[in-house]
């Protein structure tokens, strides 16, 4: 089975704070990617990795930021947390063009 | 532009058959994905479209229509725990490792 783990379920951090969020998967895929989930607004991509030390952004890149220096490992960084980025935050992988797996998430609320 | 359109809400009753309805525009087309997530879970995988016609598994079955840019999910025999959010994804250009996600149909079960 396809395992992809995440650090945090729940983060509670202060605006302006730097915030790491990270995400593993064990089933060597190339593929990672991070996503926000909002009410009325569903899944947005923020940015995704299909190799190490690879990034492209996604639908909404800004006040984020990522790092791909492992295969197995995807962080996704707030450099200065604001509340407009609190949020459901999910991690996926996937083999090449396949399905994409998720992690459990991460509740972030910013105070 | 890229769209995915299915409905906000609906409620059917346990025992019964319900289907949820996916239309999409997008910007060339590889592939639809159906993703299953209840409150405060991931997403998680339930089936895949690349072709025209029906894929049935167990309680649950998938329908493709390329021409018309649908897809609907059927879900029979209706359970209490089927109650949930139903994701419509799609991939759009060959090749290409993202998928767009619909907002998702969050099915209500009644006793």
């Known amino acids: 089975d396809v395992k992809v783990t995440q650090s945090s379920r729940y983060l509670v951090k202060r605006t302006g704070e730097k915030v790491f969020l990270e995400c593993v998967q064990d089933?060597?895929?190339?593929?990672m990617f991070w996503y926000r989930q909002d009410p009325g607004l569903g899944l947005r991509l923020i940015y995704f990795s299909y190799d190490v030390k690879m990034k492209e952004k996604g639908d909404i890149p800004e006040g984020y930021s990522v790092s791909r220096e492992k295969k197995e490992r995807f962080s996704l960084i707030l450099e200065s947390a604001s509340t407009n980025q609190t949020s459901m935050y999910l991690c996926?992988?996937?083999?090449?063009?396949?399905?994409?797996?998720f992690g459990p998430g991460t509740r972030l609320t910013v105070l | 532009g890229q769209n995915i359109d299915q409905p906000t809400e609906m409620t059917a009753t346990e025992g019964a058959i319900v289907q949820i309805n996916c239309t999409y525009q997008?910007?060339?087309?590889?592939?639809l994905f159906w993703y299953q997530q209840h409150a405060g879970e991931a997403p998680t995988f339930l089936s895949y479209?690349?072709?025209?016609g029906l894929e049935e598994k167990g309680r649950f079955s998938s329908f493709l229509s390329r021409s018309k840019g649908y897809s609907y999910l059927l879900l029979k025999e209706l359970q209490m725990k089927d109650s949930a959010s139903y994701l419509c994804a799609v991939r759009g250009l060959k090749g290409d490792d993202k998928i767009i996600f619909g907002k998702g149909t969050r099915l209500h079960i009644l006793p």
């Open positions: 479209n690349v072709l025209d």
């Open positions: 996926a992988s996937s083999f090449s063009a396949d399905t994409q797996y």
């Open positions: 089933m060597d895929h190339e593929n």
């Open positions: 997008t910007s060339g087309f590889n592939g």
